[in-house]
């Protein structure tokens, strides 16, 4: 007995019959919002090298300032220790002027080798330049955002030059120094960003 119920079999004893074809929803809604997820997450990580940019900004000044209040002092009391030494010559010192030129003398034999160590005027350099390669990184996503608003292209093509995007902001950061979390936190308060999609599925 054949069982009705079956559709195969109702399609092999009226082979003429016209089955619909599934309704599918129309592409472009979906493919929008793809579109806004890709430039959303371009968004995020132009945002964050700017912010990172301002970040190393911040720390290079702190650095810079370092390299003020140690080295100046430094400077200044080695040259009192020299002058004090000079003033010396020929004459019975005192015991004031001695202990003038000891404290001095120590005054300068621990701060030029805090100023060694430390190497303040080099890590300054080392964050101007950490910020410059974020700041380059940011107009990266800034070009590759203007290009997706310009230019239609497949969904394909976007995603692929993101991915690449991605991949170099990565490789290029590994020789950066780290972005301490108080310079993090100050420049993302003082950052200000319009991001160019205001709809997308990772805001939901």
């Known amino acids: 007995m054949t069982n009705t119920n079956d559709p195969d079999l109702i399609n092999q004893d009226n082979p003429n019959v016209n089955v619909p074809p599934p309704v599918s929803t129309p592409p472009h809604a979906d493919s929008s919002v793809q579109r806004e997820d890709i430039m959303a997450r371009a968004e995020d990580r132009r945002n964050v090298c700017r912010i990172l940019s301002r970040a190393h900004v911040l720390v290079s000044i702190r650095w810079s300032n370092t390299h003020l209040y140690i080295g100046i002092p430094s400077t200044v009391f080695a040259a009192?220790?020299?002058?004090?030494?000079?003033?010396?010559?020929?004459?019975?010192?005192?015991?004031?002027?001695?202990?003038?030129?000891?404290?001095?003398s120590v005054l300068v034999a621990g701060l030029a080798p805090?100023?060694?160590?430390?190497?303040?005027?080099?890590?300054a350099n080392n964050?101007?330049?950490?910020?410059?390669v974020y700041e380059q990184i940011g107009d990266r996503?800034?070009?590759?955002?203007?290009?997706?608003?310009?230019?239609?292209?497949s969904l394909t093509q976007e995603l692929d030059e993101l991915v690449?995007?991605?991949?170099?902001?990565?490789?290029?950061?590994?020789?950066l120094p780290l972005t301490p979390e108080w310079?993090?936190?100050?420049?993302?308060?003082?950052?200000?960003?319009?991001?160019?999609?205001?709809d997308h599925k990772s805001k939901t």
């Open 80 to 104: 009192l220790a020299g002058v004090q030494a000079i003033s010396e010559l020929g004459q019975t010192g005192s015991n004031s002027g001695k202990i003038i030129q000891i404290i001095l």
């Open 114 to 123: 805090l100023l060694t160590f430390l190497n303040p005027n080099e890590r």
């Open 127 to 132: 964050n101007q330049t950490a910020s410059r």
């Open 141 to 153: 996503y800034d070009a590759f955002l203007l290009r997706c608003l310009v230019e239609r292209r």
């Open 164 to 175: 690449q995007l991605n991949l170099s902001y990565s490789e290029e950061k590994k020789a």
């Open 183 to 198: 310079a993090f936190q100050q420049a993302k308060r003082g950052q200000m960003m319009t991001p160019f999609a205001q």
